[in-house]
């Protein structure tokens, strides 16, 4: 990753997309990446995904991605073994990055704690993100009010992607008020059948009448 990094760093290299997923990567190299992330102008797109980065592999991407010139607007972070730790970084990020308009972060341990810095970061009126999701995230309903407070002022997240056995129905209820404000520009919303009941199928049903437009996806392999 280092000896790719360098080729990265030259003024000449207009890399737009990398993908280096399942590569065996750990927080060793982060700090090149970083480097990257601030100088180059033209990459927008960083796969990470099932590397082992960890909290401290994050927060060295987080220096590269809060520089004013970072033009990164989509990352991926699934399988990275984060925990909350990571998350006030991210959320830093969400709060001021003017390009990240997309982030991976399912299957990693952030847990309501984690969810809830994710969601400060959300609700910043600067926030640019698009797409957020976090399958897996081991959260319960004890964030989903953050998460509904999110939908009810965030004026640019349209996908949020959810799915986790301890989230409940009663996490799903608390979405569905944050669904059903007048400012939530939500256009897609992914659920898992675990989370869904008779009493919350209804919830969303009514969701769907106020708002014919959303897609509401209910999976029943999560």
């Known amino acids: 990753m280092q000896l790719l990094c360098e080729g990265l760093a030259q003024p000449s290299c207009k890399v737009q997309q990398l993908l280096l997923g399942s590569c065996r990567l750990t927080a060793a190299c982060c700090g090149d990446l970083a480097s990257i992330l601030r100088t180059s102008q033209f990459l927008t797109e960083l796969e990470l995904s099932d590397n082992k980065l960890g909290d401290s592999g994050v927060q060295l991407l987080c220096e590269g991605l809060k520089h004013p010139h970072c033009k990164l607007q989509k990352l991926g972070l699934g399988y990275c073994d984060l925990t909350a730790a990571s998350c006030g970084d991210l959320s830093s990020i969400l709060s001021t990055s003017q390009a990240l308009m997309e982030l991976v972060i399912k299957w990693n341990n952030l847990g309501d704690s984690g969810v809830q810095l994710l969601c400060d970061g959300l609700k910043y009126p600067t926030c640019r993100l698009q797409t957020l999701q976090l399958i897996g995230c081991r959260f319960t309903a004890a ?71 959303m897609v509401i996806y209910v999976w029943k392999n999560w």
């Open 143 to 213: 964030c989903c009010g953050n998460l509904a407070s999110v939908l009810s002022t965030n004026q640019t997240l349209t996908e949020l992607i959810l799915g986790e056995k301890t989230m409940d129905n009663s996490g799903v209820k608390q979405v569905c008020e944050g669904l059903t404000h007048p400012n939530c520009k939500l256009q897609k919303l992914g659920l898992s059948s675990v989370n869904v009941n008779e009493e919350t199928q209804r919830e969303l049903e009514a969701v769907k009448k106020r708002k014919p437009d």
